[in-house]
């Protein structure tokens, strides 16, 4: 039985446990059908498919028409936005006409565009407000209807605005040169800022001979090819060529702005000015507040009442009310358009003449939900106060008041002025610490300069003396005659020049090379002792390794700014609810906005001639905060730009003036200060501005006493952050008197025993790349013996690091005149702005 058992055993063979090693299959190369993962499965499913948010497995086919849905959804969503424009549904096309060489005129262009021959319809003139050159222009063929402008490009600021709203711009070049100087610098400007779409036209291709036409426009097209590569040459000679321009602006692609395409933004076709009365709080008038009353059409995402806005050049404003006038152009003034309900609900916008639809209130302002003006944090002093002092220092600070300092007065002086009466050695601290921030060095060349122009003057009043002895045998006549043209051509000369802002450049070239060719290099004083002239900077082990508290010492400014705990998850947060809104006045409508507590100065500025452009800010965009901006030099510029100088800022729709500070652009913790715009790399400029949502262009411009304005820097918005750390470099420099193999002594660092005690915890460097230390100070006279790691030459230099954090200046302001020149305004400058190296 035993053997019959085993038998029967060894003939079914031996059946595997769970634990059987399985190897893997030979790799075919093919993957597995789905049959074989559910057999390999076996009914079980994964631990992912088990949770709350189970992901529905579609089919191939369901994944493929779900994405062509998609796929067509976006297509007719770009189609409909594209057939809006310019339709009864939509704005008119805004299209602004720029002339970029003095040899052409733009209003002959738009003389040929209002023709009858074009096949448009003249409906409105002078529709947008402070532009004497604009009209409105229907066209039924196309069932389009277009707002052209012209403006003068002499005004840099009304330009850039008018592109920052227009769709679409038609530049007009010449049939030779195509655009000049000034031409490329207003192209350059308008390619920083975001370009729009647009079109070249030329005229004056029909006068050149037949043979010659086509030479002449291809050495138009080569000119042309640099800035616009992909982009038709326009001739605008005759009718047909105007209908053939229309019928390009109408259809061409539209490109969108990132800064403009998310905001709610308005052209001013009519303002009207109401001063306020005497029971509002301030008197109207040209010098008090009133509102103004601003009409035109909405464009880009739909207008909340409740919102701020912003008027370029002007500041943040409130609004009141929305009205719904009739529309001053409509596609078909025989049909009124389909109403549209508003927020209130039984309000229509209508179309028509003037005396078929009233104008109606839209929508008011909600008190308790209408966004504040306030644009500063409320700052309490006794926010950082300590704990109140105890008895014993109450009882130290009456010792030290009652305690009397023997002083010469005036005889009959009372104690109480005479506390009021400084002292000679107080005197002179004070003046120690309002020093400029230049240094001793810079103060060294300038001598050395005016010795070197001294010279210069001699040798010349010597040559002057030599030609006057060979011209003693000319006639006296003649000799009077030479003498008073060359006097009369020289004052004449002299008359254009600026004696002031001569000296003023000159003395800012010569700190940018010593900046230069000597980086950060200070001397240390040798009437003040060193740890109290640098008393603010410290050493660091390795600038970008060693730790520094953002929040350590921070100015009072900083108490009147706003932080994100995540600016960029702020900024998505609230793109994505303004994409979302489809409450308030939609894009296209044409209404009538109630700005109120608005300045005379904006209804001055319009009847100027200047256009009125209106933003609708997002939330949080009127408080303010550090910006941070990343520019790059423009090369036109040659001009140092000094850090904490004043500039005009264009950042996206707003245009203000402020003091910036330059930093180098870098991934780490703490970025080191540039003392100027460098021309070689990105910079990044750090101000005291309004928070402003990304995308947006920057433009920095500097201003001049007679009012024109340099382009200096271009660029984008990089961050709104005010904990980036931002440091200020010296370097002390010494000189090795002694060296003995690592050892050597260093002079000229300091100047007595003191600073070298208080500064021997700092690591020294040299040029040739030697690290050392303060080993001990030998005598009284600033030598110390030192220790490096590697054999010193005699001739290395010895230089200590030492940094401070440094912030912006609080001179934002937001109005910004276009043709007025500079003022210089006086800043009070708080002590932590100032340059104390």
Not at 53 to 61: A, N, Y
Not at 400 to 424: F, L
Not at 458 to 479: I, K, L, R, V
Request: hydrophobic fraction near 35%.
């Amino acid at each position: 039985m035993v053997k019959m058992a085993a038998t029967e055993e060894k003939q079914q063979g031996h059946r595997p446990g769970v634990y059987k090693q399985k190897n893997k299959g030979h790799k075919h190369g093919k993957h597995r059908t789905k049959g074989e993962i559910e057999r390999d499965n076996k009914g079980r499913v994964s631990v992912t498919a088990l949770t709350k948010k189970q992901r529905k497995e579609h089919k191939r086919m369901d994944r493929r028409h779900k994405a062509n849905q998609l796929r067509r959804n976006k297509k007719d969503m770009v189609l409909t936005e594209k057939r809006r424009l310019g339709s009864r549904d939509g704005p008119p096309h805004l299209v602004a006409v720029v002339s970029l060489h003095a040899g052409v005129d733009a209003a002959a262009v738009t003389k040929l565009l209002r023709g009858d021959g074009a096949g448009g319809v003249v409906h409105q003139e002078q529709c947008v407000s402070g532009v004497s050159d604009s009209f409105g222009l229907l066209l039924p063929r196309f069932k389009q209807r277009f707002t052209f402008l012209s403006h003068s490009t002499a005004d840099m600021h009304s330009l850039l605005d008018v592109a920052k709203i227009a769709d679409s711009l038609v530049f007009v070049l010449d049939s030779t040169e195509g655009w000049d100087s000034y031409g490329d610098y207003c192209l350059s400007c308008l390619f920083a800022q975001g370009l729009p779409s647009h079109a070249l036209v030329c005229q004056g291709m029909s006068d050149v001979p037949v043979k010659k036409r086509v030479e002449s426009r291809r050495a138009l097209s080569k000119i042309t090819e640099i800035r616009f590569p992909d982009v038709r040459l326009f001739p605008l000679d005759s009718e047909q060529d105007a209908t053939l321009l229309l019928r390009h602006l109408g259809t061409q692609r539209q490109r969108k702005l990132g800064f403009r395409s998310r905001r709610s933004h308005l052209l001013a076709q009519h303002v009207t000015f109401t001063p306020n009365g005497p029971a509002e709080g301030t008197g109207g008038g040209p010098t008090g507040l009133g509102t103004l009353c601003v009409s035109g059409y909405v464009r880009g995402r739909p207008l909340q009442v409740n919102r701020l806005v912003h008027i370029s050049g002007h500041g943040d404003f409130q609004l009141s009310q929305i009205d719904a006038p009739s529309d001053p152009l409509p596609l078909n003034v025989t049909s009124a358009r389909p109403t549209k309900p508003g927020k209130g609900g039984d309000v229509d916008m209508l179309d028509g003449g003037e005396d078929e639809a009233p104008v109606r209130v839209l929508m008011k302002a909600d008190l308790s939900s209408r966004e504040s003006l306030h644009a500063e944090a409320e700052v309490d002093p006794m926010d950082g106060e300590q704990t109140w002092p105890t008895e014993s220092e109450i009882l130290e600070a009456e010792e030290a008041r009652k305690k009397k300092r023997v002083m010469k007065v005036p005889k009959g002086t009372s104690d109480y002025q005479a506390a009021w009466i400084v002292d000679e050695d107080e005197g002179e601290n004070e003046e120690r610490d309002d020093e400029s921030s230049e240094d001793d060095d810079d103060d060294d060349m300038l001598d050395e300069a005016m010795d070197g122009e001294d010279e210069d003057i001699n040798s010349q009043d010597a040559g002057s003396d030599c030609e006057e002895g060979e011209e003693e045998e000319e006639d006296e006549e003649e000799e009077e005659l030479c003498s008073t043209e060359r006097s009369g051509a020289d004052q004449r000369y002299d008359q254009h020049i600026d004696e002031a802002a001569e000296e003023e450049g000159l003395k800012r070239y010569r700190e940018a090379r010593a900046n230069e060719m000597f980086p950060d290099e200070v001397d240390t004083p040798l009437d003040v002792a060193a740890r109290i002239r640098f008393q603010r900077y410290r050493g660091l082990k390795s600038f970008r390794s060693s730790p520094w508290d953002p929040m350590e010492n921070l100015p009072l400014n900083y108490s009147r700014i706003f932080q994100f705990q995540s600016f960029e998850r702020t900024r998505r947060r609230i793109l994505a609810e303004a994409a979302a809104e489809e409450d308030g006045a939609m894009a296209g409508w044409y209404v009538t906005l109630h700005i109120i507590d608005v300045p005379f100065s904006v209804m001055e500025s319009v009847q100027s001639g200047k256009p009125l452009i209106m933003v609708s800010l997002l939330p949080h965009e009127q408080k303010m905060s550090v910006m941070h901006l990343l520019v790059r030099r423009h090369p036109s510029n040659t001009e140092p730009i000094k850090s904490k100088e004043e500039l005009v800022f264009h950042c996206g729709f707003r245009r203000f003036r402020a003091s910036p500070i330059f930093s180098q652009h870098t991934s780490a913790d703490k970025h080191k200060m540039e003392r100027f715009l460098r021309p070689d790399a990105p910079t990044v400029v750090s101000v005291y501005a309004p928070i402003t949502f990304s995308p947006a262009g920057v433009l920095l411009f500097k201003q001049k006493n007679d009012g024109i304005q340099d382009l200096v820097a271009t660029g984008s918005l990089l961050s709104c952050d005010p904990q980036r750390v931002v440091l200020k470099r010296i370097v002390v420099s010494g000189h090795p008197f002694k060296i003995n193999r690592r050892s050597a002594v260093v002079r000229y660092m300091f100047f007595n025993r003191d600073d070298i005690l208080w500064f021997k915890p700092v690591e020294l460097r040299t040029k040739w790349g030697r690290r050392g230390h303060i080993k001990e100070a030998l005598g009284t006279h600033g030598h110390m013996k030192c220790v490096f790691d590697n054999q010193l030459r005699s001739q290395d230099t010895v230089l200590m690091n030492l940094y401070k954090r440094v912030y912006p200046r609080w001179t934002y302001d937001p109005y910004v005149p276009s043709s007025l020149p500079w003022v210089k305004r006086e800043v009070v400058v708080d002590m932590d702005d100032l340059d104390m190296d």
